[in-house]
């Protein structure tokens, strides 16, 4: 699915001229990848929040293919967003009262999808990022890696269009990160998923197929 920006514009003063995304513009093709990095505070967590409709633009248009974002109500945006993205966040944000496997299950029970389907689909997706022997675990006894490796597997499952990831391995060491980013890219190529990351890990940048910078709200 194409993303294309035009001048998209964010803040959260409301008296004072201070944009995070800053008359923001940019086109990234079906099935591409791009990496966006930059230090702390230049909006890069600000645009994913906008790209997934998390968060509303001030000014500027969001289109995927065809379709506006911008145009959406809240109500549609959760429609779109469930049947077309995925998030990984930095934190993995998972259900404390649900064991693995369930944290995998439910967001894709949510469209639809049979429990057996789901079942064998959490099944895989966890033996890729080798989790697959603490699928019954509780979420509680996970360790922070684990946890982080969760959140990565439930957005992997959900074989969107769209996958967005704020510093998607910031918690896991250097083989767990090069083993999870392996099969998100295998799968967002077998699947043609655009892919953004926000990152600061120059191995996940080296593997991805567009890179730029951000800072004061743009892209230099």
């Known amino acids: 699915m194409k993303i294309t920006c035009q001048d998209i ?30 230090p702390s505070g230049v909006g890069k967590s600000t645009l994913l929040n906008l790209l997934s409709g998390l968060d509303n633009v001030d000014k500027g248009k969001i289109w995927f293919d065809d379709v506006e974002l911008t145009r959406m109500s809240n109500k549609e945006k959760i429609f779109f967003r469930l049947n077309n993205i995925s998030l990984i966040f930095q934190t993995p944000n998972l259900l404390k009262d649900f064991n693995v496997i369930e944290n995998i299950m439910i967001p894709i029970r949510y469209k639809g999808i049979s429990k057996i389907k789901s079942i064998d689909i959490g099944d895989r997706v966890l033996k890729e990022v080798g989790l697959f022997d603490i699928k019954e675990k509780p979420i509680s006894l996970l360790s922070g890696g684990e946890a982080q490796r969760v959140g990565i597997a439930r957005a992997m499952a959900m074989e969107s269009k769209i996958i967005l990831a704020d510093e998607p391995t910031g918690n896991l060491d250097t083989e767990n990160s090069k083993l999870v980013m392996n099969h998100l890219i295998d799968i967002c190529e077998k699947h043609s998923t655009t892919l953004i ?23 230099i």
Do not use: C, P, W
Request: no cysteine.
């Open 9 to 38: 514009t964010k803040s959260y003063s409301k008296n004072i001229i201070n944009n995070v995304i800053d008359g923001l513009s940019f086109d990234l093709a079906s099935g591409e990848s791009m990496a966006i990095s930059g």
């Open 197 to 219: 990351v926000v990152t600061h890990d120059k191995e996940v940048i080296s593997q991805l197929n567009n890179v730029v910078q951000m800072k004061d709200g743009r892209f």
